[in-house]
């Protein structure tokens, strides 16, 4: 390089790399180049590589859990993409039911109105119109993680192609006969008016009392006294000696008159009650014995069920007593007919003892409020048949889940599951289409069908699809790999392959990549709303968008939790700047004439150095297929750091022969590559310095194994 080129150069580029000046430009570049989109890549490319992101709620905010999964998915796409494959991967966002109409909810009641005043019809427009205005907000945050997804098909589960699709499996199914219509236990948000699914309830401990009481000779404990009003049996476990002999016997017992008003003392009355025995009661809780009260317990329900027992619903879907309750109970909340209940049961001797309580309270996993297991006549799918195909396909091979350990957890969900409660009594989803229904379908029932709804299935046999998602179903599925928090295994990854196999025969994918949580540095939830969450986007401005991905991706083992502190960013940008450096010291040395080469011919170069990043590079090819991230950053990291800019480069200050400059010069272009996938942001501004000859955007150059 001549004086004047070097010169130039150091002053075109300081000596510290500034993430803020580059990554807009560069992104900006890239779309340019329209390589996000498989029929744009250069070169002849026969095998495919497709993946779909895991569609973020239109009301989503970028999160750290976000920003792993989404540099990792990364990693591997732009890999595949310098490898030579067609490579797909398709972004969008999910019109999520309840936590979208709950946004909208609660500016009408800001505006003093509310969606029964508004009416469906102008409720749904104010629903789009919000739609049109925010949803997109979060794939502008997406875009600041770098990731290379084709925005040309960026889908949402309520466009007009994916209604047909959501339309298709439901009928499909109902044809079946496999969707009906029934009154079941679910779990009930008060405060949504909507029923929640088993897995949209959060279990938290709470302090609260158990109230020992007396039921004839036994004594029973419970948290819900006033569930009392709606027993229908006592249950023990088939073995346990002390109740043996009451099994299949109808009790007399005292309890309290609840036709008598509130306003009057309380007093006893006799009711008759039968004992039953059944294999899920636990014999060491509390005295061994347990109530049944089938409308509201979703196990006691299913005790129910076995034992042909009676249900009487004494909680209406506001959350208070209904008549069943008797007088004495009847309009009262929850919590005032316990505390009501509880007086009276003292006052007629009945309560034996309180403790103080540590107890699993559910709650709703989108307003917090306290969830009523009622009974509610819902829709449901059979799940039977679909768990079968679910488990076939993992058990076939046609699917495999990384890492392996979450194979026992999905045969056991999918062993147990219970019929899927499609219908939620919402009015933003997907109607359930059937004349004069008037619910919406479970908005994972829509994201089920994400792989195939966003390829353009089913409309492309009729032939009236859009011109991107006509052939692309085709052409592109199944995908190769999907990628997800623990959280949504059985809401999502299951019930996707489950529908693959249902209506194509075809696991959607064939890999699913379960990742870790991010957790606080102390090993915490990060939460929003508990201010432990850490918002990506002030890191990125902070310390640049590769940083984030590196310090990420250096800790993505598989294996454990991801324990985030600011430490892993600092490293990440310090790693940026040290190979920048590296780059920098290399344009300066080689001579002005020196021809750069985008590979190496295999005779040339056979150094120590040289074949030891050859062997590099086999491995993290390896580790990255295989999902092992950290391993990949890790190695890499070691190597550019401590075997090319520690050891060769201080070595090679005081040599100028052909063989020094063809190793620096392929050391950089070797590791740029590697590098790349990881830190996509400083390794092409680097790659746009370096003056080789008919070179591309280094997101399509080759990959070095
Ligand atoms: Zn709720």
């Known amino acids: 390089m001549s004086k004047?080129?070097?010169?130039?150069?150091?002053?075109?580029?300081?000596?510290?790399?500034?993430?803020?000046?580059?990554?807009?430009?560069?992104?900006?570049?890239?779309?340019?180049?329209?390589?996000?989109?498989p029929e744009n890549l250069p070169g002849e490319r026969k095998e495919k590589f497709v993946t779909c992101i895991a569609p973020p709620n239109i009301t989503g905010e970028l999160h750290m859990g976000h920003a792993l999964e989404l540099t990792l998915q990364d990693i591997i796409v732009r890999m595949k993409r310098m490898q030579g494959h067609r490579t797909l991967w398709l972004p969008g966002t999910d019109h999520a039911g309840i936590a979208a109409q709950n946004v909208v909810e609660k500016q009408l009641a800001k505006e003093g109105t509310n969606r029964h005043e508004l009416g469906r019809e102008k409720f749904l427009e104010r629903m789009w119109q919000w739609r049109d205005q925010y949803g997109g907000a979060i794939l502008e945050q997406l875009?600041?993680?770098?990731?290379?997804?084709?925005?040309?098909?960026?889908?949402?589960?309520?466009?007009?192609?994916?209604?047909?699709?959501?339309?298709?499996?439901?009928?499909?199914?109902?044809?079946?006969?496999?969707?009906?219509?029934?009154?079941?236990?679910?779990?009930?948000?008060?405060?949504?008016?909507?029923?929640?699914?088993?897995?949209?309830?959060?279990?938290?401990?709470e302090k609260g009392k158990l109230y020992f009481i007396k039921y004839g000779q036994f004594t029973i404990a419970t948290a819900r006294p006033e569930t009392k009003l709606g027993d229908t049996a006592l249950a023990v476990h088939p073995e346990d000696q002390r109740y043996k002999e009451y099994v299949g016997k109808e009790l007399e017992i005292e309890s309290v008159n609840n036709s008598v008003s509130a306003e009057q003392p309380a007093e006893p009355k006799k009711v008759k009650i039968l004992v039953v025995a059944d294999e899920t009661v636990d014999k060491e809780f509390g005295t061994g014995?347990?109530?049944?009260?089938?409308?509201?317990?979703?196990?006691?329900?299913?005790?129910?069920?076995?034992?042909?027992?009676?249900?009487?619903?004494?909680?209406?879907?506001?959350?208070?007593?209904?008549?069943?309750?008797?007088?004495?109970?009847?309009?009262?909340?929850?919590?005032?007919?316990?505390?009501?209940?509880?007086?009276?049961?003292?006052?007629?001797?009945?309560?034996?003892?309180?403790?103080?309580?540590?107890?699993?309270?559910?709650?709703?996993?989108?307003?917090n409020s306290v969830i009523e297991p009622l009974p509610s006549e819902q829709w449901f799918l059979k799940m039977r048949e679909l768990a079968k195909l679910a488990l076939e396909a993992v058990e076939s091979s046609r699917v495999k889940i990384h890492p392996p350990r979450w194979e026992g957890p999905y045969k056991h969900w999918l062993n147990n599951v219970r019929d899927w409660n499609i219908s939620r009594q919402?009015?933003?989803?997907?109607?359930?289409?059937?004349?004069?229904?008037?619910?919406?379908?479970?908005?994972?029932?829509?994201?089920?069908?994400?792989?195939?709804?966003?390829?353009?299935?089913?409309?492309?046999?009729?032939?009236?699809?859009?011109?991107?998602?006509?052939?692309?179903?085709?052409?592109?599925?199944?995908?190769?790999?999907?990628?997800?928090?623990?959280?949504?295994?059985?809401?999502?990854?299951?019930?996707?392959?489950?529908s693959g196999m249902e209506f194509t025969g075809q696991s959607p994918f064939k890999d699913v990549y379960v990742h870790a949580t991010v957790l606080t540095k102390d090993g915490k939830r990060?939460?929003?709303?508990?201010?432990?969450?850490?918002?990506?986007?002030?890191?990125?401005?902070?310390?640049?968008?590769?940083?984030?991905?590196?310090?990420?991706?250096?800790?993505?083992?598989?294996?454990?939790?991801?324990?985030?502190?600011?430490?892993?960013?600092?490293?990440?940008?310090?790693?940026?700047?040290?190979?920048?450096?590296?780059?920098?010291?290399?344009?300066?040395?080689?001579p002005e004439d020196y021809t750069w080469k985008i590979k190496k011919s295999p005779q040339d170069l056979q150094s120590e150095i040289v074949s030891k990043l050859d062997g590099l590079a086999v491995n993290i090819t390896k580790n990255i297929t295989q999902y092992e991230f950290a391993e990949a950053a890790n190695s890499l990291y070691k190597f550019v750091w401590h075997e090319f800019a520690d050891k060769y480069i201080e070595e090679s200050k005081d040599k100028n022969d052909q063989e020094t400059y063809d190793t620096l010069a392929y050391l950089t272009v070797t590791c740029l590559k590697l590098l790349h996938p990881f830190m996509p942001f400083v390794t092409e501004e680097i790659w746009s310095k370096i003056p080789i000859p008919g070179k591309n955007l280094l997101l399509v150059e080759n990959w070095p194994s």
């Open 426 to 498: 919402l009015w933003w989803g997907h109607k359930i289409p059937i004349e004069g229904e008037n619910d919406v379908l479970d908005t994972w029932f829509s994201s089920a069908l994400w792989p195939l709804a966003t390829l353009g299935w089913p409309l492309l046999r009729q032939g009236s699809g859009g011109q991107a998602s006509k052939n692309d179903f085709e052409e592109y599925y199944p995908t190769d790999f999907i990628t997800s928090d623990r959280s949504i295994l059985f809401l999502w990854q299951v019930r996707m392959i489950f």
């Open 143 to 205: 875009k600041k993680l770098g990731l290379s997804v084709d925005w040309t098909r960026t889908k949402f589960t309520m466009d007009p192609g994916y209604q047909e699709a959501v339309k298709t499996a439901f009928l499909h199914y109902y044809q079946k006969g496999w969707i009906y219509k029934g009154t079941r236990v679910i779990n009930w948000c008060i405060r949504c008016a909507t029923a929640v699914s088993d897995l949209e309830v959060n279990y938290v401990t």
């Open 4 to 37: 004047e080129y070097a010169d130039k150069f150091a002053t075109d580029i300081p000596k510290t790399y500034t993430p803020r000046d580059a990554e807009d430009r560069i992104y900006s570049a890239w779309l340019n180049s329209g390589f996000f989109a």
């Open 289 to 367: 014995i347990i109530k049944v009260t089938p409308a509201h317990d979703l196990t006691d329900f299913e005790i129910s069920q076995r034992h042909n027992l009676a249900s009487i619903k004494i909680i209406d879907e506001r959350g208070r007593m209904n008549e069943n309750a008797g007088i004495r109970y009847q309009g009262m909340k929850t919590a005032e007919a316990r505390e009501q209940i509880i007086k009276d049961l003292e006052a007629i001797d009945l309560v034996e003892k309180i403790e103080e309580y540590e107890h699993n309270v559910g709650r709703c996993d989108r307003c």
């Open 526 to 590: 990060m939460s929003k709303s508990l201010g432990t969450g850490v918002n990506p986007l002030e890191l990125i401005e902070k310390y640049g968008t590769d940083a984030l991905r590196f310090g990420l991706a250096s800790q993505a083992t598989g294996l454990q939790d991801l324990r985030f502190g600011e430490d892993l960013l600092v490293m990440g940008r310090k790693f940026a700047n040290k190979f920048w450096n590296i780059a920098r010291y290399v344009l300066i040395k080689l």
